[in-house]
């Protein structure tokens, strides 16, 4: 982030406005109010599904759907990456191979694995895995090459052991890449398994969206939008102020 | 072996195994029907998918020219000016992280479920990350090249001309790429979710009967036209990069080939 206080003060103030003009225009009836509720209504009654049982299970579900699909790709994507930036020939097959796995949309495949797993559980976790899996390998892959050569051969030339290697040139020169790498894949798994919802299931907090939306409950719908991007701006926040200390800590 | 050939035989041998597996049964063909069963369920009704491609490619031009038309020029003034630069540019990557699916059932109830809906939701889909790439890809201009068109007393049209637009173009097609390939993700999505008509539509729709051929004649169709616009847009950067490096001598040519972040290239 950054920035001086100024800085920060102006973006709370856009927020802010964005915020006002939403309320206004659904106040002074210019937006039919039925379309777009104002502002402090959809605030009121985000307050209001926080207290439901059924939406925080909702929100239960779909957060063990996420990280679930996470926790299964980050890891994995991450050896393939390694194992494609490390061998030579490796990378010349695949490389060309998964540039074109990662430029084709993912969701034409959600119908089959709704074919394959039926709606439930693993097939919100298998396609949140597919849509997320590409992205860590890419990035994996930027980051074993953003190793400086030079760092590797003073290393080698001091006589350094391999878990040396690894710890002291590998994980902090890669470790602002692979933190990035993190954050936009849990932005790819969110929307993959968001889409999953609306598209085909029973629970979770997408469906929950997709039925609101549905039968024109805006009310709950806005609040529902607001809820998610919050989350989920939350955590990519997080994660961009643990890059900058990171990258603090490189130089 | 070479890594071509490898390349090749493993591209083949999968279409041989999408033939042969289904046939012998060790996948069911509900999962995935054969390579030829697919072909055909497509050819048999070309006219229904002749329409919903017709539909979609309809819905898809109209995002892009939103989505890139508007995000290439919010990015060009708000990478070229700096304060703007400053207090937007984290905003837009934040919300970036917004799993954008969500807004779709809100333009579903304001602009019904016709192609109106599609466009909205593909043309935001698209342009915050071709604002953001091109933003990243106008900083990316030497300054020493204004410096230099300045100090030799060029005008501000001479300088835009001669100097911005050639420097900016590589920045403009890797936002094109971004933004094009996202809106035709967005625009598939959309039909698959709520729709009348579309490619994503009929996918959906053949799915819920399961009638495994026509959904993967439907998801080949997509993935043709993904093949098509990368296969364009590779054709439009070719012709321009030859036109720069005439002009610019050899720099040119390494950023043109410099992939920018998180974008397919191949």
Same mark, same amino acid.
């Given at each position: ?39 402090s209504d ?24 996420v ?99 690894a ?7 890669m470790?602002?890449v ?21 598209y ?10 997709a ?5 024109f ?24 102020w ?10 | ?48 998918? %002749?329409? !919903? *491609? ?5 819905? /898809? ?7 890139? $038309?508007? &995000?290439? @020029? ?46 909205a ?57 971004? %933004?094009? !390939? *996202? ?5 598939? /999505? ?7 008509? $579309?490619? &994503?539509? @009929? ?64």
């Amino acid at each position: 982030m950054g920035g001086t206080l100024g800085l920060k003060l102006a973006r709370v103030a856009v927020v802010v406005a964005v915020f006002l003009l939403w309320e206004t225009l659904s106040r002074t009836g210019v937006v039919n109010p039925r379309l777009l509720p104002s502002a402090s209504d959809s605030l009121a009654m985000l307050g209001e599904l926080l207290q439901r049982a059924s939406v925080r299970n909702d929100l239960i579900v779909t957060a063990s759907e996420v990280l679930t699909a996470f926790v299964l790709a980050v890891p994995l994507g991450a050896i393939i990456g390694f194992m494609i930036a490390e061998n030579r020939y490796f990378a010349e097959v695949a490389k060309p191979l998964l540039f074109f796995a990662f430029s084709i949309p993912k969701s034409i495949f959600l119908p089959m694995f709704i074919l394959v797993f039926g709606v439930g559980f693993a097939e919100k976790v298998g396609y949140g895995f597919f849509s997320t899996i590409f992205i860590v390998i890419m990035s994996t892959t930027a980051a074993v090459e953003s190793v400086k050569v030079e760092h590797l051969t003073v290393a080698r030339s001091y006589g350094a052991t391999t878990a040396q290697t690894a710890f002291r040139v590998y994980l902090p020169s890669m470790l602002p890449v692979l933190l990035e790498a993190l954050r936009i894949s849990m932005i790819f798994n969110l929307t993959g398994v968001m889409l999953a919802e609306m598209y085909a299931s029973r629970d979770g907090f997408g469906h929950q969206i997709a039925t609101w939306g549905e039968n024109f409950q805006m009310k709950q719908l806005l609040a529902g939008v607001v809820m998610i991007s919050v989350i989920a701006i939350a955590f990519n926040e997080l994660i961009r102020w643990i890059e900058t200390r990171c990258s603090h800590w490189r130089t | 072996m070479s890594a071509t050939t490898l390349r090749r035989l493993i591209v083949f041998s999968l279409i041989i195994l999408w033939e042969g597996l289904p046939r012998t049964g060790l996948i069911p063909e509900l999962f995935l029907p054969s390579l030829s069963s697919t072909l055909i369920a497509g050819w048999n009704e070309a006219g229904e998918y %002749g329409h !919903a *491609l017709a539909v979609t490619l309809y819905e /898809v031009a109209v995002s892009m020219v939103f989505a890139c $038309g508007l &995000g290439i @020029l919010a990015g060009a003034v708000v990478g070229s000016l700096p304060r703007p630069r400053v207090l937007i540019m984290p905003m837009v990557s934040s919300l970036y992280a917004v799993p954008l699916v969500i807004l779709y059932p809100v333009f579903t109830v304001w602009l019904g479920i016709g192609s109106e809906s599609k466009i909205a939701f593909a043309s935001i889909y698209g342009f915050l990350p071709t604002m953001l790439s091109t933003a990243a890809g106008i900083q990316t201009i030497d300054p020493q090249l204004l410096l230099a068109a300045r100090s030799m007393g060029a005008t501000l049209s001479q300088r835009l001309v001669r100097v911005i637009i050639p420097a900016a173009i590589p920045t403009v097609l890797s936002g094109l790429r971004v %933004g094009g !390939a *996202l809106v035709i993700v967005g625009v598939v /999505v959309s039909e698959m979710l709520i729709s009348s008509a $579309g490619i &994503g539509y @009929l996918i959906s729709r053949y799915r819920t009967i399961l009638d495994s051929p026509h959904v993967f004649a439907g998801v080949l169709l997509v993935l043709a036209m993904t093949v098509a616009f990368s296969a364009a847009l590779r054709w439009i950067e070719q012709k321009a990069s030859i036109w720069q490096t005439g002009m610019r001598g050899g720099l040119a040519e390494n950023r043109s080939v410099r992939p920018a972040a998180l974008q397919p290239t191949a």
